[in-house]
């Protein structure tokens, strides 16, 4: 092996080994094959931009008082030139590192606007559409740039709502509320995402000046405990009375549907229901 890969390979282990609490990591095939799907997302993103091989999927969200379609959300799959699906998973993280995320979710609120002012006869549903953190470096720019999407397509704003992570906005409150202001002079809707993922507190309860919340679906994983029951109802209890909207993700199974109907849960999101489709069978959905 050449001398640069043994130092290129001995730094990359050496930055993984400071999370182990060992502080020992050993450089395997494993992390040589993540290294080199790293080395191929970054290097082909651009292109594969340009080709429009990134598809917009949506996963529908049901009314906990109808149990019909009510809105949803806008997610993004990768189709490689190959015919290869990578999920976002794979490569997501590594274009925030890089600051490309900008770039496709860009790309993402595009393709979202021109569905929404397709002309095809089918009924119009609310959009849900993840804000990343790196906007939030950004906020002249980003807010530039939605206006002129705005502005292009005259969506009703009454179809649009914007996910921003409960992690990000614990991070950047300052920031988070002027472009929360933004989106409320243009009556838009701004979601709390993963509500109750471990950094939310009663205190920024009171003051948070979103029109949603999204419980973090870590809540529903394991099922419904007594505990946890306890823990949702006094959420929702709170939520209801600061004149929260709720949306659960993760909803899986009846027993859970149930429970969140009965609690008043607004909207419901998760494999019981549906799974992320591309954009041909959502439109057959809603037919």
Known sequence: IPGEEIISHSNIVRIKAKDKLCGVC??????????????????????????KEFQIYFQPKISGKTQEIASAEVLV???????TLWFPDSFLPILEETGE????DYYVYNAAFQWLRRENGLPLLPLSLNVSPVHFRKIDTFTQR???????????????????????????????NQMIRFFHDRNIRI????????????????????DEVKIDKHFLSAGLSEKGKI???????????????IVCEGVETKEMVDFLIAEGCDELQ??????PMEQKKFEELIA
């Open 26 to 51: 050993e450089y395997t095939r494993e992390i040589a094959l993540a290294e080199q799907k790293r080395a191929d997302t970054i290097h082909s993103f651009k292109e594969a931009l340009g080709k």
């Open 101 to 104: 995320i900008e770039s496709l």
């Open 146 to 176: 939605i206006t002129q999407l705005l502005d292009h397509y005259q969506i009703p704003s009454k179809y649009l709502v914007f996910e921003i992570t409960e992690t990000t906005y614990i991070h950047n409150i300052d920031a988070v």
């Open 77 to 83: 799959r990768w189709l490689r030139e190959d015919g």
């Open 270 to 275: 998760g494999f019981y229901y549906y799974k």
């Open 231 to 245: 823990v949702l109802e006094e959420m929702f209890h709170l939520l209801k009375r600061t004149d929260k909207w």
């Open 191 to 210: 979601s709390m995402d993963d509500f109750g993922s471990g950094y939310s507190s009663l205190n920024s309860l009171k003051d948070i000046l979103f």
